[in-house]
């Protein structure tokens, strides 16, 4: 029987090829070229192939708005779509690649790494990143899955002269090839369900049947456990605190930005969209993930005294607001999911940019006695910080503060009022260990670090990632707002 | 032409933003000379619009610039946007052109400040606000300029923070101003539940569409607003800031406290006269209440002794004139009152300013005397403004002012009495202060030997001379002869059409009326002249305790406010924060330290018990979809 292959329209995925293709030539170039480059040649060339990805998503992005529906399309054997929501995530993963690449450059150079082949796992993770946002296909959610993530576990032992590095790569990697199991094994019931996994076909077969079959609940079940784990959701986050301390900082921002918003990408198309029907099996496990998530990381954020440590469980916490906009099951919670991705992604790779210079030499100074005085030392850099801080901490005036309020009024609007309530208490205690640091950098004096043989350093490259991270952060909150809501709820258009 | 209109205001923003960057590099006086540039610079945007709008057909002078969508939320839709017409290119040109005059004056009278370039940062900050409260389109963009030119006057009135008096002056102006604010707020929230918009122009816009507001809608809306005025403008009840803004650098009363932003409540009535012109009880309260106000501050103003606060009683008082006519339905008199005040108030008090400069910090009267010899330029200045403020013709006080009396005669005789008697006070009490200050003994050689008083230096006195030129011929905007020396009515008619009432007494009435307040001035200043040269009267009669204390308004708003607030302040603190909230935060807190220390010991740091809570959670959630499934 002769095997019929499909079609590749090949500018449906030109994201992806762009990110793969770019990220052979550097392991290539990287691999023949005799001498050794500088390392800000590669800082380059991975910033202008994320940045070529950027203009090909860009492309995209006008086709697909130009008519909502019309312009949304699957393609190559309705394995891939195209549509608002899977663009909006390649833009937001090149930027965030964008980010990293800029904070990494100095931190490489610092440490001593090898700088070619950090930007190779770089990109071919993101590229990951993009095939889980635009996959149609549970199958095709896998693999984007493991790209990501495979990467990602070299990526966080990449300082493998640090032990911590070594240990936090051997424990994600473990976890991880756990819960990838656990998903794969949601996907065998869906297909056991519904005789099918690509998504367009599941979402058809539960059209016609509304009864739910325990085998499809089962699915749920094990989809939810497995992409819980990639967006860190409590119970499945205990992986996180140990593997954001131990990995390369800047690692750390990607990891918490890039992998997170996969994650999303995948779980609020699959549940949203793809199960949308059968809402209410799934919602109240959505709920519990959600509160759990926003009181564990909070609660556990306050006890920390590390500041790497102490963003970990925060981002738990984010993971738990942006599931709150799933767990309402609205277009307008889907677009407040989203806008809460956009301002997440600027507040964590900023803030982990500051966690990066303030380490300094050996990645070690992540202590909250590292940070004492910064306001007197480097006033620039504890000014960027805290208006990061109070970003995360949702205060007005920033990005963080929208977040908070389009997912919470989301909930309301959806009825789920003790969500809603439990979320805004929850944002009182996170404001408690946003301000310790405030507070230690500002108001408690020191005397041992200013007389610091090893002083803080502000490289061009982390300069300009920070500068991009905090002017995003605030203009977000503030001038941009409408747009920045406006890309977001464009974006929430999913073809089913 | 038209097209620059978006630079009036963002050039003073350039300004502020060049003085947070670079003001304390360049220091002084260059950051003076920025600011003041930027300002001038501002002006003449100003004539440029305005000669655009000048060379427009009569009923076509308007234009609405649109900047860019600030945001939106639901059917709210919030446009950034200027609009330029004929009342708020008045307003803009006046805004601009006394405040470029008084940052040049700053530039000297600041001299040696610690915080230098930082009085010219605020100084173009507020001229930015006050421009954006001006030009902006809409309710909301006013009320944007009208807390930045709040939040300025507080920035300068305490700008020397240092002294405790200062400090508590900023706080009072603040706090008085919120309830006002409060006014303006609500009668926004009313204007956009009742018409969708918050926008003046166009056919969809507050402005077209007033008619629409119900009877008790609009004299809400407008009562609301003019409380919002009452507190920005200074008037009775909520007046009491004023006087003490006076902490404040001179040039800052001049600039804020006399000549514009207090003239915001006035502009913004005006702006809503669709709105006032529905409702003629809200007129009656506000012509009232300006009246009343022009009379009570007028009585303290005689018995006052520090030369600043004499002209902040003054103040009050003739913008009390404005809300006046504004009342009695004279828009235009009120606006030309607004201009020629802004001219012969901001030379008052600058030449207060530079005669407090001549004798190095003194403000109390009883210790000036005879300083026309030693301060002659300041001196005849003074003079000019004197005589404005008098109402005595030719100077443009008398014009502006007689248009207001005459309005208010024809509204209602009670409120032209009352005017009346407003203009001699006026009348004795600037002259009180004219021979106080450059007349009689030279007192302040009793104090500690300072030298001989000295002129200020040049970039004091001509804009002093500037405004003395203006106070003389403002008059000349808006002559009464006929329809066609009227020029500030004609520019100004499209604003009101039909709401502006027009004058129908006879020319004989209005000559009489004006013989009237003309002799009433006359009067004044020779009674005056009696106490003050003469020495015929005990001025210490005229000045009775009750007077000097302001009718004891303070000490009442004391008792009635203050005392119980304390209480209640004290009470919040000391058992509703340290019991209830304390406790309550306090177990919150020992709550989440508690929960967080015990959570934390689940974190091994061991793969297998990470693996085991995946499994966990895992099987809980397959227990929740087993019991869903048999269920």
């Not at chain 1, 329209?9 to 290539?28: F, K, N, R, S, Y």
């Not at chain 1, 599931?323 to 956009?342: E, H, P």
């Amino acid at each position: 029987m002769p095997l019929e292959l499909p079609r590749v329209e090949w500018a449906t995925i030109l994201p992806e090829t762009i990110l793969v293709v770019g990220a052979m030539l550097i392991l290539l170039g990287g691999a023949l070229l005799r001498r050794r480059l500088p390392a800000w040649v590669w800082t380059v060339a991975s910033i202008i192939i994320a940045a070529g990805a950027m203009v090909s998503a860009w492309d995209l992005w006008r086709r697909v708005s130009h008519n909502h529906q019309g312009g949304a399309h699957t393609a190559i054997a309705n394995a891939v779509v195209v549509d608002g929501f899977s663009v909006y995530f390649a833009l937001l993963t090149c930027g965030a690649v964008i980010l990293a690449a800029l904070m990494a450059d100095s931190y490489l150079r610092r440490e001593r790494l090898n700088a070619p082949e950090f930007h190779v796992l770089m990109l071919l993770s993101a590229s990951g990143a993009l095939l889980m946002a635009a996959a149609n296909d549970l199958i095709v959610i896998f693999l984007g899955l493991e790209v990501l993530s495979i990467a990602l576990y070299v990526l966080a032992g990449f300082a493998q002269r640090r032990a911590v590095s070594r240990e936090a790569a051997m424990k994600y990697f473990v976890l991880g090839a756990f819960s990838s199991a656990i998903f794969l094994y949601g996907v065998a019931l869906a297909y056991g369900a519904t005789g099918s996994t690509n998504l367009g076909e599941i979402a058809a077969f539960l059209r016609a049947s509304v009864s739910t079959h325990a085998v499809l609940l089962g699915a749920f079940a094990f989809l939810i456990v497995g992409l819980g784990f990639k967006i860190a959701a409590v119970p499945f986050h205990m992986w996180t605190p140990d593997v954001y301390q131990g990995s390369p900082t800047p690692v750390t921002g990607f990891m918490a930005a890039v992998a997170k918003a996969a994650g999303f990408a995948a779980l609020l198309r699959i549940f949203f969209s793809t199960f949308g029907t059968h809402r209410l099996d799934w919602q109240p496990l959505i709920w519990a993930l959600a509160v759990l998530s926003i009181l564990v990381g909070s609660v556990l954020a306050v006890v920390q005294t590390d500041v790497k440590r102490m963003l970990a469980y925060s981002s738990i916490s984010h993971a738990g607001y942006i599931l709150i906009g799933l767990q309402a099951a609205t277009v307008r919670g889907l677009a407040g999911s989203l806008f809460y991705l956009l301002a997440y992604t600027f507040m964590v790779l900023g803030s982990f940019g500051i966690v990066t210079l303030v380490a300094r030499d050996g990645d070690a100074r992540t202590g909250l006695d590292a940070y004492r005085g910064l306001g007197q030392r480097r006033p620039g850099l504890a000014l960027v910080f805290t208006v990061l801080l109070l970003a995360q901490a949702g205060v007005p005036l920033t990005s963080g503060f929208l977040a908070k309020f389009y997912v919470i009024s989301a909930a309301v609007e959806a009825h789920s009022y003790a969500l809603a309530i439990i979320a805004m208490l929850a944002a009182v205690i996170a404001a408690f260990f946003y301000l310790r640091v405030i507070v230690v950098m500002y108001m408690a004096g020191d005397e041992a670090d200013t007389a610091d043989a090893d002083p803080i350093r502000v490289p061009f490259g982390a300069g300009l990632s920070l500068a991009v991270s905090v002017v995003a952060t605030v203009i977000i909150g503030t001038i941009l707002a409408g747009p920045a809501f406006d890309f977001a709820r464009h974006a929430s258009i999913l073809r089913l | 032409m038209l097209d620059a209109t978006w630079l009036i205001p963002a050039l003073p923003l350039a300004g502020f933003a060049l003085l947070l960057l670079f003001g304390k590099r360049l220091g002084e006086p260059w950051s003076g000379w920025l600011a003041t540039t930027t300002c001038f610079a501002a002006f003449v945007a100003t004539a440029v619009v305005f000669a655009g709008l000048v060379g427009r057909a009569g009923d076509n002078r308007q234009f609405d610039q649109h900047l860019f969508t600030w945001f939106k939320a639901g059917s709210l839709k919030v446009e950034v946007g200027l609009l330029a017409d004929q009342l708020s290119i008045t307003m803009a040109l006046f805004v601009t052109g006394v405040g470029a005059l008084i940052h040049l004056y700053s530039v000297g009278y600041m001299h040696g400040d610690d915080r230098y370039p930082k009085f010219f940062l605020y100084l173009n900050l507020f001229v930015f606000s006050m421009l954006m409260l001006v030009l902006a389109d809409s309710f909301l963009l006013t009320f944007l300029g009208w807390e930045g030119v709040g939040a300025c006057s507080y920035f300068l009135i305490s700008f020397w923070f240092e002294r405790p008096t200062a400090a508590s002056a900023g706080k009072k102006a603040f706090v008085t101003n919120r309830v006002g604010d409060f006014g303006f707020m609500l009668a926004m929230f009313l204007i956009f539940g009742a018409l969708g918009t918050l926008q003046y122009a166009g056919p969809g816009g507050v402005l077209a569409n007033a008619g629409h507001l119900s009877h008790t809608t609009a004299t809400a809306i407008a009562l609301l607003l003019f409380l919002g005025a009452v507190g920005k403008s200074a008037q009775l009840p909520l007046y009491v800031w004023l006087p003490d803004a006076m902490e404040g650098p001179t040039p800052v009363s001049a600039l804020i406290h006399a000549a514009t932003m207090v003239t915001a409540g006035v502009y913004l009535l005006c702006r809503v006269n669709p709105i006032l012109g529905l409702t003629p009880g809200a007129l009656d309260v506000v012509a009232w209440v300006g009246a009343i106000t022009a009379l009570f501050a007028a009585t303290i103003a005689c018995a006052q002794n520090d030369i600043k606060r004499v002209l902040a009683y003054s103040t009050i008082s003739q913008l009390g004139y404005m809300f006046l006519a504004v009342g009695s339905g004279a828009y235009v008199a009120g606006i030309f009152h607004m201009v020629t005040h802004a001219f012969f108030k901001a030379l008052l008090f600058l030449a207060a300013g530079a005669v407090i400069h001549g004798l190095h910090d003194e403000q109390d009267m009883k210790r000036m005397g005879g300083l026309r010899k030693y301060m002659p330029v300041t001196f005849g200045c003074f003079i000019a403004g004197w005589l404005a403020i008098a109402g005595v013709p030719p100077f443009a006080g008398f014009w502006s002012k007689d248009d207001i009396l005459a309005n208010a005669w024809q509204h209602n005789h009670a409120l032209w009495f009352i005017g009346i008697v407003t203009a001699l006070l006026t009348a004795y009490y600037m002259s009180r202060q004219v021979f106080l200050v450059f007349w009689g003994e030279e007192r302040w050689r009793d104090g500690e030997d300072h030298g001989e008083p000295h002129e200020a230096p040049w970039t004091m006195a001509l804009p002093l001379i500037v405004l003395a030129g203006l106070s003389l011929v403002g008059g000349g905007l808006n002559l009464p002869f006929n329809k066609h020396t009227e020029l500030l009515a004609n520019w100004l008619h499209p604003v009101f059409g039909d709401r502006l009432h027009e004058l129908g007494i006879s020319s004989a009435s209005k000559w009489a009326l004006a013989g009237t307040a003309v002799a009433l001035g006359v009067i004044g200043i020779g009674f005056a002249v009696a106490v003050f040269i003469r020495g015929r009267v005990d001025p210490e009669r005229l000045e009775p305790a009750v007077l000097q204390h302001g009718w004891y308004v303070d000490d009442l708003y004391a008792a009635i406010i203050e005392t119980p607030g304390r209480l209640l302040a004290a009470f919040s603190a000391f058992v509703v924060d340290t019991k209830v909230i304390d406790g309550a935060v306090n177990g919150v807190a020992s709550l989440v330290r508690n929960g967080g220390d015990r959570l934390r010991r689940v974190q091994t740091g061991y793969v297998r018990n990470y693996a085991l809570a995946v499994a966990a959670g895992a099987v809980l959630i397959l227990g929740y979809v087993a019991a869903r499934a048999g269920g």
